[in-house]
């Protein structure tokens, strides 16, 4: 994470709950539609939100690649905060906001599909101070931390497992 937020953003499914197994229909081998993540606690002042889905558990040195991006959707809207926890719907890619660059070269949700072994899936949620400007195309995780340094204002996060079967 690019700062030190002011606040904890607390980030919950109704697909699953934090550390429990991420239902197939959100993975690869499944309908790969995403679940939904819904956030509350945000500061005022928050102009827009960003999701990094990614797992840290791909069998590459960390040097190398330090995690796999399986969703990045940024510019969600600030009123966000307050609608429903239901908001990202299962299967709505956008709500409004922009898909960003995954490390699957798509811009769109690619769920879990770990080669080997159950891994992690990281859902992290960013409020931020202000809409990143960047084009959809070059949104990669790497580019959207550098343009939101020091514009963060919260930060939260739900982990999922997933294994094949």
């Known amino acids: 994470m690019p700062d030190t937020p002011v606040s904890r953003l607390h980030v919950t499914s109704s697909a699953f709950k934090q550390g429990e197994p991420i239902p197939r229909d959100h993975a690869m081998d499944g309908l ?80 879990p599909c770990p080669p080997f072994g159950t891994h992690r899936y990281y859902f992290k949620v960013y409020a931020i101070d202000i809409l990143l400007d960047i084009p959809p195309a070059q949104a990669t995780k790497r580019r959207l931390e550098k343009a939101m340094e020091g514009h963060v204002t919260a930060f939260g996060e739900l982990m999922g497992r997933y294994a094949r079967k």
């Open 32 to 111: 790969n539609v995403n679940p939904n993540i819904a956030w509350s606690g945000a500061p005022p002042g928050v102009q827009s939100y960003l999701i990094l889905m990614e797992d840290p558990d791909i069998p590459l040195p960390k040097w190398i690649l330090p995690s796999w991006i399986h969703w990045v959707l940024y510019n969600i809207p600030p009123e966000t905060a307050n609608i429903p926890r239901d908001f990202l719907k299962e299967g709505d890619s956008a709500c409004g906001a922009t898909p960003g660059k995954t490390s699957f070269l798509n811009r769109r949700y690619s769920g």
